[in-house]
């Protein structure tokens, strides 16, 4: 019985000291690696990197795990790419990332469970006015660019979402919602373009001019070809 007990106790020492000892490792791979942009507390540095006090799990494994950080030029945008950090070193510095102050946590995402119709109204009514109607993206202002849908997968954008990445807001949809809206984007990257060439999905406004712009040239040229052939009769 005494035995039973010591190793309850044990066991229930290592669980509690677990969490300590993933943010003591990412910590110290926070100060090789972070500090010198974002300070050695996760303070931030003027003109370098933000502050990073409650930026909370989500944030850390968006920027993280699309490659965004860490960031050569602290003042371009931050741009998909691989990610340099394996999983575990990832997870460290999610886990120290979140010990910095509450942010929003990891959230959890089902595509699955998403309703299209739902998806596409949220999606156009929250996301297209700069990611594009296709997720193509698009410019923004201020020298800056949402990026395309096409490469993201459903927990970064759910991360996205809770966390207001670069100019995006944070946005306050449910768990619902956000699988409904994934579920949408998921169809998007994945549908084939049943009325032909879609020029990269980039919406109905640049498709139409597109149209617009062939069947005029088309019409020139039958009119040119029919001129053309009147002066050659003529002679």
């Known amino acids: 019985m005494l035995l039973r007990s010591l190793l309850a106790a044990v066991v229930t020492t290592i669980a509690l000291a677990a969490p300590s000892l993933a943010q003591q490792s990412g910590r110290e791979l926070y100060e090789r690696r972070c500090a010198s942009c974002h300070g050695p507390d996760g303070a931030g540095r003027e003109g370098l990197g933000p502050?990073?006090?409650?930026?909370?799990a989500a944030a850390a494994d968006y920027q993280l795990r699309t490659g965004r950080m860490p960031l050569q030029n602290p003042q371009?945008?931050?741009v998909r790419k691989p990610s340099v950090f394996s999983e575990e070193e990832t997870r460290l510095l999610v886990s120290f990332v979140a010990s910095l102050g509450e942010g929003p946590p990891i959230p959890s995402v089902d595509p699955g469970a998403g309703d299209l119709s739902s998806g596409?109204?949220?999606f156009i009514a929250n996301c297209a006015a700069c990611h594009g109607?296709?997720?193509n993206g698009g410019a923004v202002g201020n020298n800056a660019a949402a990026p395309s849908l096409y490469a993201s997968e459903p927990?970064?954008?759910a991360e996205a979402m809770v966390s207001g990445p670069g100019q995006m807001p944070v946005f306050g949809f449910s768990e619902q919602e956000r699988n409904d809206i994934i579920a949408f984007i998921s169809y998007l990257q994945t549908s084939e373009a049943p009325?032909?060439?879609d020029i990269g999905g980039t919406g109905p406004v640049p498709e139409g001019f597109v149209g617009w712009f062939f069947g005029l040239t088309g019409l020139v040229m039958v009119l040119?070809?029919?001129v053309g052939?009147?002066?050659s009769r003529a002679r």
Do not use: E, K
């Open 224 to 226: 040119v070809l029919l």
């Open 155 to 157: 927990q970064t954008m």
């Open 120 to 122: 596409q109204s949220l």
């Open 76 to 78: 371009a945008q931050a």
């Open 133 to 135: 109607a296709g997720g």
């Open 51 to 56: 502050s990073l006090t409650g930026a909370g």
């Open 195 to 197: 009325g032909g060439i």
């Open 229 to 231: 052939t009147g002066s």
